[in-house]
């Protein structure tokens, strides 16, 4: 099966449940025999969720590396940023159904990807594919293009308790 | 691998992704050895999701009729929202780390499901048990019990142009 008519989705906003939209979307996807591929921007280490893309058959790619960014992203992040960048338009070439560019709108916002080259992906998306970008700070240009824009709101939060991220929940 | 502490997260507002990322974290959590339990409510149909429960080993049980609710809902839907909460309960006792109440707010909203009965399972949670509960119009008492609360908010949404649901999309 494939999609008649693809759309662009951004999950955006300060709360918590963006990125694990995206995911149970590629879940849901997969389920109905959908090509699925997340690439995962800034985020160089494994999380649980891995495991399951694994069992499911949906593809990943990191790119990202495993340190915390402070300040000015490094010419290291910048490069796999653009290189996650190349990979979607490659998908866009090899069958994929849905392509998931995760956090992307954070890698915007800390000046690791530039804007236009994420625009540019947008607008060489191929009809019949579901693009998904998630991350807080989505940028206003990119708003505009989207199809489907849903701000996660934050109304009440445990890490306001110093609670930390857990695995299996958060990671 | 078990949690040591869980909470209970709520996932509402007109947005998309409530159920996606109650999903997705359902997925997580199975990468990570935890076991899931997805209880729907109002929902009686197969998705292209349950699919990938299935492969993953994510147990999910509807408790829903096939038809649209019009109206007043019928006993039988009132007396299928009552069993899935008495499911939770007993899910409580066997072992499951997370449990979805899946569309249990639009069930309190369209008065199948009391209140009460959900604030009585919410409470009834054990220490160590992540508890999920989706669906807009979340009641301003779960809300206050809750640990964490993420309004899903529509910013921009296709079927405000008349597009239809999709089969590993949205279904």
Redesign the interface.
């Known amino acids: 099966?494939s999609?008649?008519?693809g759309?662009v989705?951004v999950?955006t906003?300060n709360?918590?449940?963006?990125?694990?939209?995206?995911?149970?979307?590629a879940?849901?996807?997969?389920?109905?025999?959908?090509k699925v591929i997340i690439i995962q921007f800034l985020k160089g280490q494994k999380?649980?969720?891995?495991?399951?893309?694994e069992?499911?058959g949906i593809d990943y790619e990191l790119y990202g590396t495993e340190k915390f960014i402070v300040g000015e992203p490094g010419e290291d992040v910048k490069k796999l940023c653009k290189e996650g960048l190349e990979r979607a338009k490659r998908a866009f070439q090899e069958g994929y159904?849905?392509v998931i560019l995760d956090e992307a709108n954070v890698a915007v916002y800390l000046k690791a990807m530039e804007l236009e080259d994420l625009i540019d992906v947008v607008k060489s998306k191929p009809e019949h594919v579901?693009l998904v970008i998630t991350g807080r700070y989505a940028p206003q240009e990119l708003?505009e293009l989207?199809?489907?824009?849903?701000?996660?709101?934050?109304?009440?939060?445990?890490y306001q308790?110093g609670?930390q991220a857990?695995?299996?929940?958060e990671?």
């Open positions: 099966m999609l008649e008519k759309f989705h999950y906003g709360g918590k449940g963006k990125s694990t939209a995206a995911f149970g979307l879940m849901r996807a997969k389920g109905a025999g959908l999380y649980s969720e891995h495991e399951s893309f069992r499911l159904d849905v579901e708003i989207a199809d489907l824009v849903t701000e996660m709101r934050e109304v009440k939060h445990y308790k609670i857990r695995r299996g929940i990671m």
